[in-house]
């Protein structure tokens, strides 16, 4: 494949991406004039739990495609810091700025409430959501609610153990103090090895404990420390955009980065600084241990989770419909949902944008259609000169139910692809935190 596909491959993937949102809202500005009789005789209540990517793209989508809906955004954090480009900003590629966005712009340039809360119960008989700062009724319930660390794989219920994981060795793939922790260790490593981990299961953002591994490894070079990334992965190959992995790994990160596969965790030293893998032990100077995710807990308080083949708790939901099974009017979308989409904020927040239009439907008296998220990711993988492998993905179901790729286009040719396609990725990310907030 030549330059010019690669490039006409990349712009068809930004194009997608981009017009994703603002299409969505120009054919629903057309559509309010006409479904206005229908929906002004009575205003929707309409409750979303969780502002990350899917709970922002849904909030903002339901309000517009019924403008008369009374729309409530909770949510814990009193402001918002995307995960997505964290690894940029662990190595001093984005400040802190860039990935930080307000709330409150997000809702008064939207039109709906946000409150600063958390949601701690459901009474589904009386439609009530129970939060910190009180009850909520509603007619139709999101949890956009994202993810939880699942420990269980590595400490077998051994609660001493996971605090002192999550508490010495954050995994930060949630946003939060995590991450400050992990730049500071990164910041402040002398020499020796660094380990980090690739999890089983279908965890979240497939592609970035290997972008993270590469980009350390980046820093660590440049800044001349004498260190090595040993990334464990539990799984038995690169989990995506393996060529162009496989080939930095291989290539240009050969003395940096040891990558191991099948390289589950059995046990845990940490006063001796020791993990052992079924075939290895391998002494750490510091770490940073991602374990597997699940859906949170607050989900299986209230009985919407089951077990997949991908994880153990993942949230019970119509794969068609995203309406939590027995429920009505609860749905649960974003990386709590049981499909094996990539567990991804592009895949989030599309599904934001696809459910709103559902919900819209079902106000309309319409019968919803299942449409696919979509899914971009970039990965850079070193700094001078700056490089980058990217992948877009939809998805179908076959007639059995299961999940098929659809339209799956990957660019890996990082030596040679010479498109300054890093730059792609932060345009990707100014502009999906503009459809977010803006
Ligand atoms: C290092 C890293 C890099 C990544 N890179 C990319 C990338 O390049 N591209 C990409 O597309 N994706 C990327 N991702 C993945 C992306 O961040 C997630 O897939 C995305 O955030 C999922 O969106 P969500 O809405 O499902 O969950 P979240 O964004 O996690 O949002 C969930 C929200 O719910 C809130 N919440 C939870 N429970 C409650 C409650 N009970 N009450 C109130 N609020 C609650 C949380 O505070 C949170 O704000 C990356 C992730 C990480 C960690």
């Known amino acids: ?26 054919k629903l500005d057309k559509k309010k004039a006409t479904n206005a009789s229908a929906t002004e005789k009575k205003a929707p209540k309409i409750v979303v739990v969780g502002g990350g990517w899917s709970g ?9 495609f019924v403008p008369n809906s009374e729309v409530t955004l909770v949510e814990r954090r009193d402001y918002f810091v995307s995960c997505p480009m964290s690894n940029e900003w662990l190595v001093n590629l984005v400040d802190l700025d860039f990935l930080t966005h307000s709330y409150i712009d997000a809702s008064v340039n939207n039109n709906y409430t946000y409150i600063q809360a958390e949601a701690v119960d459901v009474d589904k008989k009386r439609n009530i959501l129970k939060t910190t700062k009180g009850d909520l009724e509603y007619d139709y319930l999101v949890f956009s609610v994202g993810i939880e660390y699942d420990y269980e794989v590595w400490t077998h219920g051994d609660k001493k153990l996971e605090n002192r994981l999550s508490r010495e060795y954050p995994a930060a793939f949630i946003h939060g103090s995590e991450h400050i922790t992990l730049k500071e260790k990164i910041k402040n490593f002398k020499s020796g090895n660094f380990v980090m981990t690739v999890p089983s299961g279908n965890y979240r953002c497939l592609a970035a404990p290997y972008e993270r591994a590469c980009l350390v490894a980046d820093y660590f070079i440049k800044n001349k420390i004498d ?4 990334l464990l992965d539990a799984n038995n190959k690169i989990q995506i955009k393996a060529d162009g992995f496989e080939s930095v790994f291989n290539g240009i990160y050969k003395n940096h980065i040891e990558y191991m596969v099948n390289a589950q965790i059995t046990n845990f030293d940490l006063d001796k600084k020791i993990v052992s893998t079924e075939f290895d032990d391998i002494h750490f100077e510091d770490a940073s241990f991602y374990p597997n995710v699940k859906a949170p807990y607050l989900l299986e308080k209230l009985k919407m989770t089951k077990k997949t083949s991908f994880n153990r708790v993942e949230a019970d939901i119509n794969q068609y419909t995203y309406k939590v099974k027995k429920m009505d009017n609860i749905y649960v979308c974003g990386d709590a949902r049981p499909m094996g989409f990539s567990k991804s904020g592009n895949t989030a927040f599309s599904e934001g944008v696809n459910l709103a239009r559902m919900v819209a439907d079902e106000i309309e008296g319409k019968k919803p259609k299942w449409v696919s998220p979509v899914t971009t990711c970039f990965s850079i993988l070193r700094t001078k000169p700056e490089r980058c492998i990217s992948l877009y993905t939809e998805y179908e179901y ?7 790729f659809k339209n799956h ?5 990082w030596k040679t692809n010479g498109l300054g396609d890093e730059k792609v990725a932060y345009e990707w990310a100014t502009g999906m935190y503009a459809s977010m907030f803006t």
């Open 1 to 26: 494949m030549n330059r010019r596909d690669m490039l006409k491959k990349s712009a068809k993937m930004m194009l997608v991406t981009s017009a994703l949102a603002q299409a969505n809202i120009i």
């Open 56 to 64: 922002l793209g849904f909030a903002k989508h339901i309000k517009s």
């Open 227 to 230: 260190a090595k990334v040993i």
């Open 398 to 404: 076959d007639k059995n139910g299961g999940m098929l």
């Open 409 to 413: 286009l990957t660019n890996e040719a």
